[in-house]
Structure formats: structure tokens, C-alpha cells
């Protein structure tokens, strides 16, 4: 009910943002990725395409905001999270829930401890704490470091995760409504901090 309440109300800027998308550089509009989900299933998350289209990689390599691969219409797209509207559908098709642990790509989940596994025991979410208290530090800790991924994997996801364990075991209302409104004012806010 959510998820097609929340389409409904966006359609205007997710066909906007699928038009510009498509005008601002070759490739399609939306960007698709494997994903682990609940019980370390994979699934596929959708999100606008906001780097160029390049040969498939072996594995998901981070950048920050200067990734040169990032296009023009993608770093508007990522400073608004308008991005992640796409996501909707996922929720829509029961992949992901509306507050819960980012969902990561595989190739950084086969790092996690068994006791960070702990947040795959429930679905990840389209917003989380750990989302929402790292999101604006974490792209220019990674445009200093030499090696992005590695210092993703050490450095920023162990207290993400942490976050996200200390949300998941109460899994109170209260506490998910302090989350949806600390989202929307990060996103309110983006524009007045960028």
C-alpha cells in the first residue's frame, strides 16, 4: 500500500528523472544490481543510472563524488537521493521494506562477521539508521582513500552495521518513525548544505 501510494506521488519526478537520464548521456534510465537480501538471499535493486555505461566490472568499485564516471545529470541525482526512487518498486515487489539495513552487493557482504550477518535476518530497507547517519560523510572519506573498497570495508561499513543491529533487535514503531523523519529532513536539507 505504501510503496503504491509512494509511486503514485512521484511518478512526475520519476519520469523527469528517466527523461533527463536519457538525455544526459547513452544507457538506459534505470540501473539494475544483484543485491543481498533477507537470509542472504540475492535480488535485484533498481535505481536511476547515474554513471556512464562502461564494460561490467568483476566486482561493485566505490567512488566518491568526484568519480569521474558519475555524469551530470547522476551527481544531481545522487546529492537529491532521487536516485533511490526507483526503489519503490522493489518494495512493491516485496524485496526490500521501507526502514531497515542497507541492502549491500555481494561481493561486500562475503566480509561480513557472522555477527554483522545478523542483519540479514530481515529485510533491507529503503531508509535505515545506518543509511541516514553515514550517507553524507561517506563519499568524501572515499575520495581520500587509495583504495575505496578496502576502506569502505574497514573503515565505514562496521559502524553501519552496528547501527543497523542496534535498529533491528527492538524494531519499535516509535523508533521507525524517528528514522522517517530524520530521512526527510536529511533530504529536505541536502540542498541548503550542498
Same mark, same amino acid.
Given at each position: 500500500?505504501?510503496?503504491?501510494?509512494?509511486?503514485?506521488?512521484?511518478?512526475?519526478?520519476?519520469?523527469?528523472?528517466?527523461? !533527463?537520464?536519457?538525455?544526459?548521456?547513452? &544507457?538506459? =534510465?534505470?540501473? +539494475?544490481? *544483484? #543485491?543481498? %537480501?533477507?537470509?542472504?538471499?540475492?535480488?535485484?535493486?533498481?535505481?536511476?543510472?547515474?554513471?556512464?555505461?562502461?564494460?561490467? !566490472?568483476?566486482?561493485?568499485?566505490?567512488? &566518491?563524488? =568526484?568519480?569521474? +564516471?558519475? *555524469? #551530470?545529470? %547522476?551527481?544531481?541525482?545522487?546529492?537529491?537521493?532521487?536516485?533511490?526512487?526507483?526503489?519503490?518498486?522493489?518494495?512493491?515487489?516485496?524485496?526490500?521494506?521501507?526502514?531497515?539495513?542497507? =541492502?549491500?552487493?555481494?561481493?561486500?557482504?562475503?566480509?561480513?562477521?557472522?555477527?554483522?550477518?545478523?542483519?540479514?535476518?530481515?529485510?533491507?530497507?529503503?531508509?535505515?539508521?545506518?543509511?541516514?547517519?553515514?550517507?553524507?560523510?561517506?563519499?568524501?572519506?572515499?575520495?581520500?582513500?587509495?583504495?575505496?573498497?578496502?576502506?569502505?570495508?574497514?573503515?565505514?561499513?562496521?559502524?553501519?552495521?552496528?547501527?543497523?543491529?542496534?535498529?533491528?533487535?527492538?524494531?519499535?514503531?516509535?523508533?521507525?518513525?524517528?528514522?522517517?523523519?530524520?530521512?526527510?529532513?536529511?533530504?529536505?536539507?541536502?540542498?541548503?548544505?550542498?
Amino acid at each position: 500500500l505504501v510503496s503504491v501510494l509512494l509511486l503514485a506521488l512521484t511518478s512526475p519526478v520519476l519520469l523527469l528523472a528517466a527523461l !533527463a537520464v536519457r538525455f544526459d548521456s547513452r &544507457g538506459p =534510465a534505470f540501473f +539494475r544490481q *544483484t #543485491r543481498i %537480501g533477507i537470509n542472504g538471499a540475492p535480488f535485484t535493486i533498481f535505481k536511476f543510472r547515474t554513471m556512464r555505461v562502461e564494460p561490467a !566490472a568483476g566486482h561493485v568499485m566505490l567512488g &566518491g563524488r =568526484a568519480d569521474p +564516471r558519475v *555524469t #551530470r545529470v %547522476g551527481a544531481f541525482l545522487r546529492e537529491s537521493k532521487i536516485d533511490e526512487l526507483p526503489q519503490l518498486l522493489n518494495l512493491l515487489a516485496g524485496d526490500m521494506t521501507l526502514i531497515g539495513p542497507r =541492502a549491500e552487493t555481494p561481493n561486500f557482504v562475503e566480509h561480513f562477521t557472522p555477527r554483522q550477518r545478523e542483519v540479514l535476518k530481515v529485510k533491507p530497507g529503503l531508509t535505515g539508521p545506518g543509511q541516514i547517519d553515514y550517507t553524507t560523510t561517506q563519499a568524501s572519506q572515499l575520495e581520500g582513500a587509495s583504495d575505496p573498497n578496502r576502506y569502505y570495508i574497514e573503515k565505514i561499513l562496521p559502524g553501519k552495521l552496528e547501527k543497523d543491529r542496534d535498529y533491528i533487535r527492538p524494531r519499535a514503531f516509535a523508533g521507525a518513525l524517528v528514522i522517517l523523519g530524520r530521512t526527510l529532513v536529511g533530504v529536505l536539507t541536502l540542498g541548503r548544505k550542498g
